[in-house]
């Protein structure tokens, strides 16, 4: 009896949970993969009006990325700003529009790499 419970536990298949972050599956995936956190909370707004307002494409607030029309291909730069929010590295540099932001060039970089990393892992 054990042996057979062990057997359906060993072939029962994974439940992949449905992504409703609005990340492509393989730039979440990536991310979730180099970072060990999970993307579940994360909620992308595409085509949103606030970028503009900040001079920028896209940006991110917390779990909240912000992508300006057209500009989707900032998405997986953005989700890095998440894991780097959300490890307490971002701190505001200066204001734009009352808005605080960061505009540490070293954290740019590192979003830029490992965005394109995390794209290419998970796809």
């Known amino acids: 009896m054990e042996k ?13 949970k449905k ?39 896209a940006y991110t607030q917390g779990s909240d990325i912000h992508v300006a029309s057209g500009q989707e291909k900032h998405v997986a730069h953005e989700a890095w700003h998440v894991v780097q929010q959300a490890q307490g590295r971002v701190k505001p540099t200066t204001s734009v529009a009352g ?3 960061n505009d540490n060039a070293g954290l740019e970089r ?13 796809g």
């Open 4 to 16: 057979q419970k062990l057997a359906q536990k060993k072939t029962a298949p994974l439940i992949q």
């Open 19 to 57: 992504n409703n972050t609005g990340l492509p599956d393989n730039v979440k995936g990536g991310i979730e993969s180099l970072s060990g956190m999970s993307m579940d909370h994360v909620k992308v707004h595409y085509n949103s009006p606030k970028p503009a307002q900040l001079n920028a494409h």
């Open 99 to 101: 808005q605080a932001v």
């Open 110 to 122: 590192e979003a830029d790499v490992m965005g394109a990393r995390a794209q290419s892992l998970g």
